[in-house]
């Protein structure tokens, strides 16, 4: 079953924009406009349609079920804690299409707060670590108001040549923690990205 998520032609495409997706089986249009879960990935998403039609799944159930699919602990799971801050947990582990879908989740979390990204940045990228890092500080500058950088093993990418607003950096997660409960309000949202195990300096 080929799958795609660009390809109309593929035996499934889904195609997502902004967490509402359009969905083909065989290039023939079974739903359009479907609002998926926060979190869902719209590859995963075409893969488990293609194995449900596989399995006889009729094309109203497939699309109906979309709208309830399960997602994965700790990837883009969007909750507000009682101070009011808007928490969005997307520390499953982090790479370069998902890091940028956590990022518009984030800048859609507040209107007027602060809009903070907690990050030990992208690892196990090979010789693409650095650069996709740098890449994703650009990219957190346009939507954050501040970056809090999580120990060391990427934050010479991270905080780059710091400008008017340097990152904030600290030496474990907890020690980011501690900095946005003393530091964000009601009205103001946090995103963690990604989570590293303890071996990491």
């Not at 089986?25 to 349609?49: D, E």
């Not at 009011?84 to 790479?95: A, R």
Request: charged share 20%; proline share 5%; hydrophobic share 40%.
């Amino acid at each position: 079953i080929r799958c795609s998520t660009t390809d109309r032609s593929a035996d499934v495409c889904v195609i997502e924009d902004s967490g509402v997706c359009d969905v083909f089986l065989g290039g023939s249009s079974i739903g359009t406009g479907v609002q998926l879960p926060q979190g869902a990935q719209p590859t995963n998403v075409a893969c488990a349609v293609g194995v449900a039609h596989r399995l006889g799944v009729g094309a109203a159930d497939l699309v109906a079920r979309l709208r309830d699919l399960p997602t994965v602990p700790h990837r883009l799971a969007v909750t507000t804690a009682p101070s009011g801050v808007v928490v969005i947990d997307d520390t499953f582990n982090s790479n370069p299409a998902g890091a940028q879908a956590a990022l518009r989740v984030l800048a859609g979390a507040t209107k007027d707060g602060r809009r903070v990204v907690v990050t030990p940045g992208m690892v196990e990228l090979g010789h693409r670590q650095a650069e996709e890092n740098r890449i994703f500080r650009r990219a957190v500058l346009e939507v954050a108001t501040d970056l809090v950088v999580v120990g060391r093993i990427n934050r010479s990418a991270l905080v780059g040549e710091a400008g008017q607003h340097p990152p904030i950096t600290v030496r474990t997660r907890e020690d980011a923690v501690r900095w946005v409960r003393q530091n964000l309000t009601s009205g103001d949202a946090v995103l963690y990205e990604n989570d590293l195990p303890d071996h990491y300096p």
